[in-house]
């Protein structure tokens, strides 16, 4: 096992809820292209795609400003 | 890209997909590729500074298409924690993402079944111990959701549904409840700690399921997985499964959902092992009584609420 990667030896506390406004943009050298349906919703959910450099498709989900 | 073959002798599919091999094995925390990526720093998976949830096609994928898909869904952009310490609003979002996963990826030709995953720590082959989960859509039925299709045969109606009703009969073995969801130690259990998340109303898949319902199943399955980490005052280790219906069109009513963990722990320190008897007889040789591990586990899920 490589030193440093093993698991907290006790249960960390419970994480509390993002701030919706930490979404940012992607780096400028990800070479992230927007899919064609860029932006949907799913539930409570905003959807964004891209699709990475390499082809792969990449989702992001993030709360909207109302449920939050 | 993998190689399906059919094992004729065990009558199931194997699947090689050999360039895993060369997949990242439990890099340090600052090389982490699940986390954001850092002003300055490498670029991980995700290029954004923050995020909530996000999915992507895997990098070493067990299937790809034409043939299937194989997805990674990072429940954080925090590095430390676990699922049972999400905020319970992230928890219930993730039901959200995985009903939304289920109804692409099915919707796919080449994908006959979605199964959403978890392997939580390194003692079920973690390689990444950011919190996150998996979903593979097969390119066919895997045998254990076809095993409870054959239930459904065998018990004349959903197995799920005639199983949750004898559990809540016999009262022994159950853990949590909730207005929409029971949590269960089954009567069969193949490991100490299996426990089963069921809803009680017959719903083929998450896509059926009202928001009331998807937030009652992320508040048991937090309810369990913080048991669990309760139990033995350590990280708990798990396979967690989630079974809905198949997403071929014959088969997209066959199902009931729930999900399955499976805790290789029999005592805080003791693993199980699969040996003589469960791989070469296929017959699980248990360490505990269902009865006595729900007491215990039970006792552990009240500590932890």
């Known amino acids: 096992m490589i030193e440093g990667s093993r698991e907290p030896s006790s249960t960390p506390p419970p994480e509390q809820p993002s701030d919706p406004s930490a979404h940012t943009q992607p780096r400028q050298d990800a070479g992230l292209e927007p899919a064609i349906d860029a932006v949907e919703r799913c539930g409570p959910l905003v959807v964004e795609r891209y699709r990475k450099a390499d082809g792969r498709l990449l989702i992001l989900y993030r709360s909207t400003v109302e449920d939050g | 890209m993998g190689e399906l073959r059919f094992n004729e002798l065990r009558g199931e599919h194997v699947d090689y997909a050999i360039h895993r091999q060369e997949r990242t094995f439990l890099p340090p925390a600052d090389h982490c590729p699940l986390c954001p990526t850092r002003p300055g720093g490498?670029?991980?998976?995700?290029?954004?500074?923050?995020f909530e949830i996000a999915v992507f096609e895997n990098r070493?994928?067990?299937?790809?298409?034409?043939?299937?898909?194989?997805?990674?869904?990072?429940?954080?952009?925090?590095?430390?924690g676990s699922f049972a310490t999400l905020a319970p609003k992230?928890?219930?979002?993730?039901?959200?993402?995985?009903?939304e996963r289920y109804a692409e990826l099915g919707a796919r030709?080449?994908?006959?079944?979605?199964?959403?995953?978890?392997n939580r720590g390194v003692e079920v082959g973690v390689t990444l111990h950011h919190p996150h989960g998996q979903i593979y859509g097969y390119p066919f039925l895997p045998p254990v959701p076809a095993a409870e299709l054959e239930a459904d045969e065998r018990l004349?109606?959903?197995?799920?549904?005639?199983?949750?009703?004898?559990?809540?009969?016999d009262g022994r073995r159950v853990?949590?409840?909730?207005?929409?969801?029971?949590?269960?130690?089954?009567?069969?259990?193949?490991?100490?700690?299996?426990?089963?998340?069921?809803?009680?109303?017959?719903?083929?898949?998450?896509p059926e399921c009202t928001p009331a319902e998807l937030e009652s199943l992320a508040t048991a399955l937090q309810a369990l997985t913080r048991g669990y980490d309760a139990l033995f005052t350590r990280p708990f280790p798990y396979v967690m499964a989630m079974h809905q219906a198949p997403t071929t069109a014959a088969l997209r009513q066959a199902g009931h959902v729930h999900v399955e963990f499976y805790p290789p722990l029999r005592s805080a320190e003791k693993l199980k092992y699969l040996a003589g008897s469960e791989q070469g007889g296929g017959t699980f040789?248990?360490?505990?009584?269902?009865?006595q591990s729900a007491r215990e586990l039970r006792e552990a899920i009240a500590r932890a609420l």
């Open chain 2, 156 to 169: 004349g109606g959903c197995a799920p549904c005639e199983l949750l009703r004898r559990e809540l009969h």
């Open chain 2, 175 to 206: 853990l949590y409840d909730n207005e929409d969801v029971v949590v269960y130690i089954p009567y069969a259990a193949r490991w100490s700690y299996e426990a089963h998340v069921v809803l009680r109303t017959h719903r083929a898949s998450l």
């Open chain 2, 60 to 80: 070493f994928p067990a299937f790809e298409a034409p043939r299937g898909v194989a997805e990674v869904v990072v429940y954080t952009d925090r590095h430390d």
């Open chain 2, 109 to 118: 030709e080449d994908v006959d079944y979605v199964l959403v995953f978890e």
């Open chain 2, 90 to 99: 992230r928890a219930r979002a993730l039901m959200w993402v995985w009903r």
């Open chain 2, 285 to 291: 040789i248990a360490d505990a009584l269902p009865e």
């Open chain 2, 42 to 50: 490498a670029e991980t998976e995700i290029p954004f500074e923050a």
